[in-house]
């Protein structure tokens, strides 16, 4: 279990992972040399890893699809899933079926034909779900001052 003030040190690196050890230290009242051997016991152990939230529509790919999937065969599934271009995010959950997954297209053609490669992968069920607009992204922590 960690305590309060690493809670606060991951709550800054969440709100902006290149923040500096000696903002971080300014700002929690810790000292520098304490938030450097946190931070680096939370690399090795906790923060999976550094990445950036990237605002697809601005890049060009508008449409935003999570989906249901219940297979046959789940390893071919998942090894198509893991290795298709336009998933984002595979998670393995219950309730009647195998994956949710996180997809990101440029438009509904591109949609189109990975439901037809879909198809191929033997899914007994299958339920979509576009995304409208993303109200609230990554905030977890952020209350933590």
């Known amino acids: 279990m960690i305590c ?9 690196l969440r709100h902006n992972a290149r923040k500096s050890l000696v903002d971080i230290s300014e700002i929690t009242n810790i000292p520098k040399s304490t938030v450097f051997d946190k931070m680096k016991l939370f690399h090795e152990d906790i923060i999976k890893k550094y990445t950036t939230i990237v605002d697809f529509p601005r890049i060009g790919f508008n449409l ?5 999937l219940k297979a046959v065969d789940e390893n071919k ?3 198509f899933l893991m290795s298709h271009k336009n998933v984002n995010s595979v998670f393995h959950v219950n309730n009647g079926y195998t994956f949710l997954v996180d997809c990101i297209f440029r438009n509904s053609k ?13 899914t007994s069920q299958k339920q979509f779900f576009s995304i409208i607009d993303e ?10 001052k």
């Open 4 to 12: 309060q003030k690493d809670l606060e040190i991951i709550a800054h």
């Open 64 to 68: 935003r699809v999570f989906m249901l």
């Open 77 to 79: 599934l998942k090894d």
């Open 110 to 122: 591109e949609l189109f034909y990975f439901k037809q490669e879909l198809e191929k992968q033997k």
């Open 135 to 144: 109200i609230k992204r990554e905030d977890f922590l952020s209350f933590i």
